[in-house]
């Protein structure tokens, strides 16, 4: 599994920290950008590229970082074969299920929203959550691969 990670400014400091946590659980991943604090940036310059990066292979996850989660997470699901979902905070549930019913990819973070034991905790969850492999949530997912 290949990790990709990206934020914008609203996220760059959360994106920063899951960088050293990814290190503390012994994950290899890549950052995508921003590489410094740009209060001007967009989103979609890193985002795209972690969503582009990620679906190159079905076994790839990508981390996702901004303000809200939401914006990425729409720009991120443009780009064929991802399947996004956003976490901003709360139940842990909604990680789990993403990966195990829809079979997840990409998780954007909420960073205004998320904290970062939080934040921390969902991203163990999306990386060692498995997919269901349920013929229901296969065929769900093929239809939308179909679109």
Known sequence: MNIYIGSDHAGYELKEKIKNYLSELNYQFE???????????????????????????KENRGIVIGGSGQGEAICANKVKG??????????????????EHNNANTLSIGARFASEEEARRAVKIFLETPFSQDERHIRRINKIEQE
């Open 31 to 57: 950052d995508i950008g921003p590489f410094e604090l740009d209060s001007d940036d967009d989103y979609p310059d890193f985002i795209t590229p972690v969503a582009k990066a990620t679906s190159h292979n």
């Open 82 to 99: 991802i399947r996004a979902t956003t976490y901003y905070g709360g139940d842990m549930n909604i990680v789990k299920i993403s990966r």
